[in-house]
């Protein structure tokens, strides 16, 4: 009997030691991308790699998994799935006006209250319907001033906190929960090829305020277009905003541009924010009602909507389901901010701050497990919740065991239709079109000098989900992409 029972317990001891070694070798980095992350010139040990099966237990590929790095942008992973979790897909920003004051034959003898509740998604289109609505509500003239009641976040939240020496440029905007156009100004260059004698190079704001002027001294160059950029500069001045009674006296901005710009380059976009959130929202008022036939010679005042005052309309934005596509699809850092304040606002207390958001998405992962173990992410900071950030941080396996917990909760569909699709849309649209694995994964990206990453979904070629993960932070962190796409192929194939 014992000789016949050593037989069968021999040969289960060969397939314990068999998978333990088969899983250890696969554990390891995959030969390509090891020979990339070499060519790059960055160490292993500035990398963290993870991937595993969306319905596994154990990584099949694991590097660093529980070293604490700088995500970079793919932290709106964890802002979204916890925004879309704890508000639900349906969730919806509601802006809001009061009349203070009472009207007769359509003039409101009183300010107009805008009462805003941080919509990150509220475009100069909405504020014209919000507009149009009000209009229709029966008030045509304004005899009083514009009051806008930001209360729904913390004052600080608005301050000027540049992460870069580029203060102007669009993703240093800061929240506010009366957010319009991302008060985003967006410069369209344009080239007369047939006039190069001349010089003619246009520059016009697509959304167009006069109280921005542009100085234009560029000037046609021949050549190829390359990295227009590099070929000019900009200054931006404001003229000093006043006081006065309570009254908020908002001054004109000059852009001025010098420089080359190359005729090969067709149409180009420079995205800046000149305006503070104030400004930009009231300039935009000024032009939207005047378009629509209103009257109105008041001033802006930021304060609390009086007990007094009366609402007339309110208005929605498109759901959060919707939304977070342009979060994560675009990497759009402004609107992440505005998600993480919104969740401390509907989660914890009033004024939102980002404090209170990240701790409401800390405890809301403790809440979640992955194969019985609870999402304790210890070495998670999160300091705006969009990755702009040289302070936040999260471990590869933490992200990935997040991304496993997504997938199989109830709103994966909405949380992964927000992710670039690779090769066809978003931050991933250019990246490995002729490509078998092209079309059938959802990755998001991060960059900033130092930090490289990509993070989603893998379907392989037996149609089997995997999760992936891999974030490098290094002097050459740049020069990865060839090693992230090795690895996006190898879980494709392997």
Request: proline share 3%; hydrophobic share 40%.
């Amino acid at each position: 009997m014992k000789k016949l029972l050593f037989a069968p317990i021999f040969k289960l001891g060969f397939i314990l030691v068999f998978i333990c070694v088969s899983f250890t070798a696969n554990a390891e980095l995959p030969s390509t991308v090891a020979e990339a992350l070499k060519k790059a010139g960055i160490p292993q040990d500035s990398v963290a790699v993870i991937v595993r099966a969306v319905d596994g237990t154990n990584p099949v590929v694991a590097l660093n998994g529980t070293k604490s790095l700088n995500p970079a942008s793919v932290m709106k992973l964890v802002t979204t799935n916890a925004a879309l979790d704890l508000l639900t897909p349906v969730y919806r920003w509601k802006t809001e006006i009061y009349q203070d004051g009472v009207v007769s034959n359509g003039v409101l003898a009183g300010n107009l209250i805008i009462k805003a509740y941080g919509d990150p998604s509220f475009k100069s289109q909405e504020f014209w319907r919000l507009l149009m609505g009000l209009q229709q509500a029966g008030i045509k003239e304004i005899k009083g001033n514009l009051m806008i009641d930001k209360s729904y976040f913390a004052k600080n939240v608005g301050t000027r906190n540049t992460f870069d020496d580029e203060t102007w440029r669009a993703y240093n905007a800061m929240p506010s929960a009366f957010l319009v156009n991302g008060r985003n100004t967006s410069f369209k260059f344009v080239a007369d090829a047939s006039d190069v004698n001349n010089n003619r190079v246009s520059i016009a704001q697509e959304f167009a305020l006069p109280e921005l002027q542009i100085i234009n001294n560029m000037k046609l160059t021949q050549g190829a277009c390359g990295e227009w950029r590099s070929h000019f500069g900009y200054t931006v001045k404001t003229k000093e905003a006043g006081l006065k009674n309570g009254e908020t006296k908002v001054g004109s901005t000059v852009a001025t541009f010098n420089g080359s710009f190359s005729p090969d380059c067709g149409e180009r976009y420079l995205e800046l924010s000149v305006f503070d959130d104030d400004q930009y929202a009231f300039y935009t008022f000024k032009k939207l009602w005047r378009e629509l036939g209103g009257k109105f010679s008041g001033q802006l005042q930021i304060q609390d909507t009086p007990v007094g005052a009366v609402k007339v309309i309110e208005q929605l934005s498109d759901p959060l389901g919707y939304v977070v596509r342009d979060i994560n699809k675009w990497s759009n850092n402004l609107m992440a901010r505005q998600l993480l304040l919104t969740i401390a606002a509907e989660k914890t207390s009033l004024p939102a701050n980002e404090a209170n958001g990240a701790a409401t998405i800390k405890t809301w992962l403790g809440s979640k497990s992955v194969n019985g173990s609870s999402l304790n992410f210890d070495e998670l900071v999160i300091e705006n919740g969009s990755g702009l950030s040289r302070t936040e941080r999260i471990s590869a396996e933490h992200l990935s065991q997040m991304l496993v917990s997504a997938y199989n909760s109830p709103v994966m569909p909405e949380f992964m239709s927000s992710l670039p699709i690779l090769s066809l849309d978003g931050t991933a649209m250019k990246r490995l079109k002729d490509s078998p694995v092209s079309a059938r994964a959802h990755l998001k990206t991060g960059s900033l000098d130092g930090v490289s990453s990509i993070a989603g979904y893998v379907l392989d070629n037996k149609n089997k989900r995997h999760v992936l993960v891999m974030i490098v932070n290094h002097a050459k962190a740049g020069a990865s992409k060839a090693a992230q796409d090795a690895l996006i192929e190898w879980t494709y194939n392997q």
